[in-house]
């Protein structure tokens, strides 16, 4: 039960993000807000999460092998690499994803941007590995894109144009981000990598690079009480404690218990966006967002199958 409320608990977490941004102080950019979650959050998650992971060594470990009886892994080029690419990632995520929620509003930039994740991750992993995926994948992609489309030609209620090109790009960029973050973190896990010892180096590495960014950011909104709270909210609640109460929840989990819970992340973000921010969308619209979660939910089922693409939560 415990597990189950954690990985529940981290992704209402997650789903703030969008509400967050959107009540932060003026002159913030997606760019800027990106930044400043990551070199907080990043840095919070690798404080939390590299003890946790040495501990579980100690803890674990019987001669040269781990609890599954596979070598403990070193730290050559080839991990160290996909590492530093699941950190390079995560970074790439965030612009992405406030540039979605900024343009389109929370409910629709973070619906996409979650509801393409999987999808996308699923079709990475088919294209490396050429495994077949199965009939179940195949309509829940069917249902999912079908969804996209229709929030395409949808938008808000009252608007014209329907969504706003940009900023469905922004979410599907935020999505295939993190298809390449699952695809690398999968190989990892296979490699024998303990999860808190990955998670734990996607932040240091996501922080690290977002450190360099910093000279090329407005950050004058930091010097604001509203923007000082937004910033470590979105850093330390949605990053550092989200992603370690996500990470612990997956090992008293099966797959398919954690990736229907994760629809808790959407389902809050839709939430927040219609009744805190008073967001209204068109029918087509609405009808885009049930057609999406139907997907969702029927890949969440599906999801039964041994080797699920998605060993983490997408965070929005």
Known sequence: MLHVLAVLAAAVLFGT????Q??????TTPLSIGVMRMVIGGTGLALIAFPLAARHARRVATGS???AGVPRPWLGAGPLALMVLTGLCLAIYQPLFFLGTDRNG????????LGSAPILAGLLEWALTRRMPTPTWMGATALATLGVILLGFGGEAGGTGGTDPLGLLGSVGAGASFA???NAQRRLLDQGWDPFTVVGAMGASAALLCVFA???VDLAWLA???GLVMALWLGLATISIAYVMFTWGLSGL???TAATLTLGEPLTASILGITVLGERLSPLAIGGLIVLAAGLALLAWGSRAPRDPAPFAVEG
């Open 106 to 113: 929370v409910a629709v930039g973070t619906v996409v941007a």
């Open 22 to 27: 959107a009540l932060g102080p003026d002159g």
């Open 17 to 20: 993000t969008g509400t967050s």
């Open 254 to 256: 099966t797959a398919a």
């Open 180 to 182: 390449v973050i699952a």
């Open 214 to 216: 910093i000279p090329f």
């Open 224 to 226: 604001t009480p509203r």
């Open 65 to 67: 092998a781990n609890a």
